[in-house]
């Protein structure tokens, strides 16, 4: 059973800065694909980030691109989000999702798919 553990959340004025983090209990292997979601109070979970085995291709939702960057370290069996210019509307919380597959076309694969989740993290972006 795969566990995700994220860590990182934290209260930042905007245009601060964080690193999320979503740290595995196994090793990474086969076709995988690690989401960022995010959900705001009264609002639906969203996608934000992914990230996947094929060459670490990488998709961001428009809302924060180039504001955000996952990455990923293999031999520490995590997965980052880094958080710059944060904005109030990126208040949420903050989850990792896996998934054993890949995107079969661009953008990540939809939420429903992803069978393990982490407990979250809190993002608060308030001055």
């Known amino acids: 059973q795969l566990q995700l553990v994220e860590s990182g959340g934290a209260l930042v004025q905007p245009g601060g800065s964080l690193r999320l983090a979503c740290s595995a209990s196994?090793?990474?292997?086969?076709?995988?694909?690690i989401g960022w979601f995010r959900q705001a109070p009264g609002k639906e979970r969203e996608g934000v980030s992914c990230?996947?085995?094929?060459?670490?291709?990488?998709f961001y939702t428009d809302s924060v691109k180039g504001r955000f960057t996952i990455s990923r370290d293999n031999a520490k069996n995590t997965v980052y989000l880094q958080m710059n210019n944060l904005k109030p509307e990126d208040t949420a919380v903050y989850y990792c999702?896996?998934?054993?597959?890949?995107?079969?076309?661009?953008?990540?694969?939809?939420?429903?798919?992803?069978?393990?989740w982490g407990q979250g993290t809190q993002v608060i972006v308030s001055s």
């Open positions: 999702a896996f998934v054993g597959m890949t995107p079969i076309r661009a953008g990540c694969p939809p939420r429903n798919l992803y069978p393990y």
């Open positions: 196994r090793f990474f292997s086969g076709y995988y694909t």
């Open positions: 990230i996947s085995s094929n060459n670490g291709s990488t």
